[in-house]
């Protein structure tokens, strides 16, 4: 069964960091597509970044030079760094897998998702 799991969210004052962890269990991790998705209250979930089998990236604009993507294959777990962190980055952050060609993953219908990990940043 695939199973997404977070860690690593927290409280934060502007300009601060939090890396956020997720390990994968069930799937074939070198070869999913991983992204890292985000819902602030009375908001749409949208996605804020995704990993391909080749370690492609691709960032929501609003992320873009502040937040890093990145996944360890031998621990199957997937990061999201993120660093200059402002309070319109307040939300509930989720790690989804999906497996398929591992290719074309910004924007994917991803099939499994974690529970989420709240991140909060006051100003």
């Known amino acids: 069964q695939v199973q997404p799991v977070e860690s690593g969210g927290g409280s934060v004052q502007a300009g601060g960091s939090l890396r956020l962890s997720c390990r994968v269990s069930?799937?074939?991790?070198?070869?999913?597509?991983l992204g890292w998705f985000r819902q602030a209250p009375g908001k749409e979930r949208e996605g804020v970044a995704s990993?391909?089998?080749?370690?492609?990236?691709r960032y929501v604009e609003s992320v873009t030079g502040r937040f890093t993507i990145s996944k360890d294959n031998a621990k199957d777990i997937l990061y999201l760094q993120m660093n200059s962190l402002k309070p319109e980055d307040t939300a509930m952050y989720y790690c989804a897998a999906d497996l398929g060609s591992g290719l074309g993953c910004w924007g994917y219908q991803y099939t499994y998702w974690g529970q989420g990990t709240q991140v909060t940043v006051s100003s």
């Open positions: 990993i391909d089998k080749n370690d492609g990236s």
């Open positions: 069930g799937v074939r991790f070198w070869s999913a597509c």
